[in-house]
Each structure stands twice: as C-alpha cells, then as structure tokens.
C-alpha cells in the first residue's frame, strides 16, 4: 500500500481560541492576612502575584460557557459539531458539565461529554478533538478546558491556596490540511495513577461512599505534595516535550515559544533549560492568574496571541502535567486568527 508522509490526509488546525477569567482579583497581600505566608515568598518561590477566584454561585459551567463563545467568535462561526470539557470541578458529579455548556451556547444537540484529567486535560482534549476529526467523527470540535478549584481549597493549606486561580480557555479545530498553518503536529500522552497520591481530592467519589464505614464529613480538599510534584513536573513535561519533538522533527532551536502548564516559573524555566530552550522563550502568564488547572494553556496561549507576542507562522510547543499523574504534549505553527482579549 502507498504510503504517504501523515498516516491520515484530514488534520485537525486551530481555527479559533479565546478565554475568560472571573472578575474577582486575589492577590498575594489578600492571602497573606490569612495565612503564613507573604507577597515576596509566593513571587519568588512561585512567579504569582495574584489570580481570580470565582465569585459564589458561579460554576465551572459558567466560566466555560464564556470562553467557549470567545473561541467560537475567533473562529467567525458558530458551526461545530462536537463539545469536549476537560474539567476536574465539574458543576457536579453526574450529569457531565459538557451538555450543559452547549445548551447555554445553543450548539445544538451535538455530543458533548466531559474529560477528568486534572491540569493536563486541555491536550489530552485537543487529542480527543483531534482523532475524532481524523476518523471523520467530527469536522469542527469545540475543546474547552475549565477549572474552579478555589472552593476546594483548604483555607489553612499554604502550599495550594496560593497557587490555584480559576479561568477558562477554549479552542475550535476543524478538519484541514497537516501542510497548512495551525495544523496539530502530533501528540505524546502519558499517566502514572501509582502516584495519585501526590495531587488529589480524596473525598466524595465511589472509594470514599462504598467503604465499610460510611464518612459522615467527606473531605473534598485539594491536598498536593509540592515538592515532590515538582519534580515530577520536570521530568514529565521535559520527557513528554523532548519525546514529541523528536516524533515530529522539530529541533529545541527552531521552537519559537514554549506553552508549558502554568503551576509554577520555577519549573517552566527548568523545563525550557533541559529541553535547550532559550527562557526568554517561555510563555508566563501564571503571574496574573496562577495555576488554573485545565484552563492554564489556552489561557496563556490567549494572553499571548492578544497582545501581539505569539504571531502567525510561528512555532509553538504545548506541554502540560498534573494530578493523576497525567501528562501530554502538543505542538503546531501558529495560525493567523483574530484572538479576542481575556478581559473583554
Ligand atoms: O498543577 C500541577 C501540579 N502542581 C504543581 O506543579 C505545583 C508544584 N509545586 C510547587 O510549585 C512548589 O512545591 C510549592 C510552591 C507548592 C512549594 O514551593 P517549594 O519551593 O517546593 O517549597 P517547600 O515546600 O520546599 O518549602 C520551602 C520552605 C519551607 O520552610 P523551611 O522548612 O525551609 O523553613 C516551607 O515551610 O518554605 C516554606 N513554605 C512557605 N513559606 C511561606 C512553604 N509554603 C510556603 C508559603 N509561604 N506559602
């Protein structure tokens, strides 16, 4: 059989992508009148100065529904025909959020379903979206990655509260060209559910309800081990980035802007510096917003497409990590699209 250069002649390309944090601003000396902690420990050990929490009332739901509407106004059409959430603070545990979002966004009565892959969750929806345009599933995909996390974040808990903000960000693909500019390169995916342990919420799931002793309090917090995610952060996201650079032939040189996960500078830079990545390289938008989990990529992406430093026909390498473990990367050449600004 011939043999052609892409496995599949149908890519999916980027064709629109917006997103929205919520209006509330939490900033550091906020945090620091109630915790152990100060504005110069959480920049520097961090890279944040503040984020945006969601106000009572708003659910994830919400805020995806918004950033959805900005991808679709980017994109100058209405027109798809599936909805992915990736999300870990669904609006509740059944149905999934996905149904409601395209209802609010009068989508129709396409598919929409939720995925559950904590911060990593917008590349492996991007990875859903694509395969279902490769197989002719779909030819136009709304992939939404939004995240609400501080309604479960332990109050008394230094180490997530000053880390998480909440935010949405979404992308529309449609089927296209693997030669034309934002044309998805290729994936590298991966997860290690042997170390669940050192991001999660241990309450309110099957495990915690069928154990022989029913819990009275259910404990729904965030619990993350910093520095061991740390590390493993690192290592993932470096091995992920290297491996798919390698798969599609991009050189570390030739990568124009690095969209790592925003949990923490620290370990974005280390990141760039083991992939020979120049740091003047990387995408920063976790100072204004922190860590915004499923949201963080498209979110930064936004920020840096809006204010005219991510332009058309540039290189991009997208790569995220988190609880699960789960981790996975992306990459295309940036297309020219019209990308509304976050605060709009
Ligand atoms: O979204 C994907 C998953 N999440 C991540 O990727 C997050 C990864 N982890 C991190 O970003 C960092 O580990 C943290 C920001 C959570 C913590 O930073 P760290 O540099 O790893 O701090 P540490 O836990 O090693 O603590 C260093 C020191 C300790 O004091 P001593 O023992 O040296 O006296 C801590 O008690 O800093 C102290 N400390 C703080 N001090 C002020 C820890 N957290 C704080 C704080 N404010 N918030």
């Known amino acids: 059989m011939h043999k052609t250069e892409h496995p599949t002649s149908r890519a999916a390309v980027l064709a629109g992508i917006g997103a929205m944090v919520p209006p509330r601003v939490v900033d550091n000396e906020e945090l620091s009148k109630s915790l152990d902690t100060n504005d110069q420990w959480i920049r520097t050990r961090t890279g944040i100065s503040r984020r945006h929490w969601a106000s009572p009332g708003t659910a994830t739901g919400d805020l995806a529904a918004v950033a959805g509407e ?7 059409s209405r027109s798809v025909d599936m909805l992915i959430l990736a999300t870990s603070t669904p609006n509740q545990p059944m149905p999934a959020t996905a149904p409601e979002v395209a209802a609010k966004l009068d989508l129709g009565m396409i ?3 939720d995925i559950s892959v904590a911060c990593a969750g917008f590349i492996y929806g991007l990875s859903t979206a694509a395969g279902a ?17 501080s309604t479960r974040l ?9 880390i998480f903000g909440d935010g949405a960000g979404a992308a529309v693909l449609r089927a296209g060209d693997p030669t034309e500019r934002g044309a998805i390169a ?4 991966g997860s290690d559910g042997a170390r669940k342990d050192l991001a999660m919420v241990p309450g309110g799931g099957s495990r915690e309800r069928s154990a022989p002793e029913a819990a009275v309090d259910t404990d729904e917090y965030l619990y993350m081990r910093g520095k061991e995610i740390f590390t493993h952060a690192v290592n993932r996201m470096g ?5 798919l650079l390698d798969r599609i032939g991009w050189s570390a040189d030739s990568v124009d802007w690095f969209a790592g996960h925003q949990a923490n500078a620290r370990i974005l830079h280390t990141v760039a510096d083991v992939l020979d990545v120049d740091r003047e390289r990387v995408l920063i938008h976790l ?9 963080s990529i498209p979110l930064a992406l936004t920020d840096a497409a809006a204010d005219g430093r991510l332009t058309a026909g540039e290189r991009v390498l997208l790569t995220a990590f988190g609880g699960g473990l789960s981790w996975g990367s992306t990459a295309l050449t940036w297309p020219k699209i019209y990308v509304p600004d976050i605060a709009s």
Request: aromatic content about 6%; proline content about 4%.
């Open 186 to 189: 290729g994936f590298d995916l």
């Open 70 to 76: 900005r991808a679709l106004e980017s994109a100058g």
């Open 287 to 295: 100072d204004r917003v922190g860590n915004t989990s499923a949201a």
């Open 239 to 243: 091995g992920s980035s290297a491996a």
């Open 133 to 149: 345009i490769a197989s002719g599933i779909a030819d136009r995909v709304l992939v939404i990655g939004a995240d609400i996390w």
């Open 154 to 162: 332990n109050p008394e808990d230094r180490a997530t509260a000053i």
């Open 111 to 113: 598919p929409a379903f």
